[in-house]
Every structure is written in structure tokens, then in C-alpha cells.
């Protein structure tokens, strides 16, 4: 065997090295940008899931005001003044209450921001980038 075709061997081999190992590293960058994906929706659901039971949480508490608001109506066309009067209070109280509950959840839902994992969308993104510009080089 010449000389030549020793270094052209050692060259075939240290190619199919290189492709072995950044095949290796591909998977590797692909697993890793996997598990960022799921532990950021993870993050997003559990966001969502408290807001939605807030605002749930709200609309409950809307519905005992209306009630409360009713029992009033039906207590002031019996009596005169005392009972209405204070089922009335309790029926502003809980108004009150199902509306900070509702914007508490309102508030849950827009810091979830997009379902969509933008993090790892970015991250996609730039270990593409990169890729890209080391093989035109």
C-alpha cells in the first residue's frame, strides 16, 4: 500500500469520525431541545390550569351574587327594610369578590402568554443557525 493511499484511507476515516460524531451531537441537541419543549409546556399548562380555575372560581362566585341578589328581591317584596337591606350588603360583597377572583384569572392566562414553546422555538432556531454557518464553512 502507498503512501498516498494510507493518508487517503486515514482521511476516509477521520471523515466517517466526523459524521459519526455529529450525527451523535444532532441527536443529542434533539433530545435536549425535546425536554425543553416539555418542561415548557408543563410550565404553560400549569398557568393555564390556574387561571381557568380562577376564572371558574369567579364565575362561581357570580352565580352565589345572583342568588344572594334574588333572596334580596324576594326579601324586600316581604318585608320593608331589614332582611333586603342586608342581603343586599352580602350581594355586593360577593360581587365584589367574583371580580377580583375573574381578573385574578385573567391575569393567570396572559402571563401563560402563546401554548406554543417559544423558548425552544428560539432555541430550534439558533442551533440552526449555527449548524448552517459551520457547514458553509
Excluded at 419543549?37 to 380555575?53: F, L, S
Aim: net charge positive; proline share 2%; with cysteine.
Amino acid at each position: 500500500m502507498s503512501m498516498v493511499e494510507r493518508q487517503s484511507r486515514a482521511a476516509d476515516d477521520s471523515v466517517g469520525v466526523l459524521v459519526s460524531r455529529a450525527s451523535q451531537q444532532i441527536s443529542e441537541l434533539v433530545r435536549e431541545e425535546m425536554q425543553l419543549a416539555r418542561a415548557e409546556m408543563a410550565q404553560k399548562g400549569t398557568r393555564y390550569g390556574k387561571g381557568g380555575g380562577l376564572v371558574g372560581a369567579g364565575g362561581i362566585v357570580a352565580l352565589l351574587a345572583l342568588q344572594a341578589l334574588v333572596a334580596t328581591c324576594i326579601a324586600a317584596l316581604a318585608l320593608v327594610l331589614p332582611v333586603w337591606a342586608s342581603a343586599l350588603v352580602i350581594a355586593a360583597v360577593l360581587a365584589v369578590v367574583a371580580g377580583g377572583v375573574a381578573l385574578a384569572g385573567k391575569k393567570q392566562i396572559t402571563r401563560a402568554g402563546t401554548p406554543a414553546p417559544e423558548q425552544t422555538i428560539d432555541s430550534v432556531r439558533a442551533d440552526l443557525a449555527e449548524i448552517k454557518e459551520k457547514a458553509h464553512r
